[in-house]
């Protein structure tokens, strides 16, 4: 129960943060400062949660690193299920405050929707942020996979190396799609946004629930075949 917990508190805090920011500066790209900020808010609350939940539950916060873990023999189907419900969860939470931290402060939300993600980046294609949100989770869950692999030596190094890779795929992702690579964080703030009014994000959340999903998979696949390769 400990490690879901623990879930539990990482995704609040990484939508809570990473969100949080993007609904304080906003995130279009023709803004710098906001971009990069929000890019910086959720790569460095990844740095923050490796190294507080991540000797409790590995710190995945994130079901398509749990899927990723989970096909690559690092849990069980049981505790893959808690560590989603957890996730999930933990993003309706943190982004449940925010709603009510911004209403009750009339704080002006920025990006319209409770930091949620969308196709406008994309110019609505469905299929281009399909591809865009796949390769990104491919990308991260891979790192995550080697860095955290019992074959490699990172040290205290690891949770930053992983911090910083997330922040690079929020520079390149969030004038695309709003960078999910995580469907936890996706629905969260998706949900959220539909209770108060505004379900055009929940209509698109398909694709940042599958998107990931896939790469997550993909990515499993990728490292088993790399590691075994060495081997």
């Not at 910086?40 to 994130?62: P, R, T």
């Not at 993003?91 to 949620?116: M, P, R, Y």
């Not at 599958?210 to 590691?227: D, N, T, W």
């Amino acid at each position: 129960m400990k490690k879901y917990i623990a879930e539990f508190i990482g995704t609040f805090t990484l939508v809570f943060i990473g969100c949080g920011t993007a609904m304080l500066v906003g995130c279009e790209s023709v803004n710098g400062c906001g971009y990069i900020l929000t890019a910086f808010a959720f790569g460095l609350a990844i740095v923050a949660l490796a190294y507080g939940v991540g000797n409790i539950s590995g710190g995945h916060v994130n079901p398509a690193v749990s899927l990723g873990v989970l096909l690559s023999g690092g849990m069980t189907p049981a505790d893959f299920c808690g560590y989603v419900v957890a996730q999930v969860l933990g993003a309706l939470a943190g982004s449940g405050l925010l709603a009510a931290i911004f209403s009750l402060g009339g704080v002006e939300d920025k990006t319209g929707g409770f930091g949620t993600n969308g196709l406008g980046g994309v110019n609505g294609s469905v299929a281009a942020g399909l591809i865009v949100e796949i390769v990104l989770t491919f990308l991260f869950v891979l790192l995550i996979l080697g860095v955290t692999s019992k074959n490699q030596s990172h040290g205290s190094f690891g949770g930053l190396i992983i911090g910083l890779t997330l922040v690079g795929i929020h520079i390149i992702g969030i004038g695309l799609t709003g960078t999910s690579v995580n469907p936890a964080r996706s629905l969260g703030p998706a949900i959220v946004a539909a209770i108060n009014g505004n379900a055009d994000p929940l209509k698109v959340v398909w694709v940042f629930i599958v998107a990931p999903l896939i790469g997550g998979a993909l990515a499993a696949f990728c490292y088993k075949f790399l590691e075994s390769d060495k081997d």
